[in-house]
Nanobody
Framework: QVQLVESGGGLVQPGGSLRLSCAASGSIFSIYTMNWYRQAPGKQRELVAK???????NYVDSVKGRFTISRDNAKNTVYLQMNSLKPEDTAVYYC???????????????WGRGTQVTVSS
């Protein structure tokens, strides 16, 4: 069973930076689209950024120009570099592996447990 483990969250002042990491167990990491979601208190979980198997990226408008998603397939890890953080970025950040077919087998979605990011002075 795949495991996704996030790390790198914490408390940071407005304008600061954090880098989140999500380490995945198992093989064939490179075939998956990997995603970062976040959920603030009282709000729905939202997709923040995604990176496909070929390295294409997409971001929600509110983080464009501030956040960067990247992946290291050799380390089975996806990253989220967050710069110019704002109080409204405060949330639990989750890593998600998107389900995909590969060589006749469907590999389902998988989620990490999340890491808290708090932006406050």
């Amino acid at each position: 069973q795949v495991q996704l483990v996030e790390s790198g969250g914490g408390l940071v002042q407005p304008g600061g930076s954090l880098r989140l990491s999500c380490a995945a167990s198992g093989s064939i990491f490179s075939i998956y689209t990997m995603n970062w979601y976040r959920q603030a208190p009282g709000k729905q979980r939202e997709l923040v950024a995604k990176i496909t198997s070929d390295g294409s990226t997409n971001y929600v408008d509110s983080v464009k120009g501030r956040f960067t998603i990247s992946r290291d397939n050799a380390k089975n890890t996806v990253y989220l570099q967050m710069n110019s953080l704002k109080p409204e970025d405060t949330a639990v950040y989750y890593c998600k592996r998107s389900g995909t077919f590969y060589r006749g087998t469907y590999y389902r979605d998988a989620w990490g447990r999340g890491t808290q990011v708090t932006v406050s002075s």
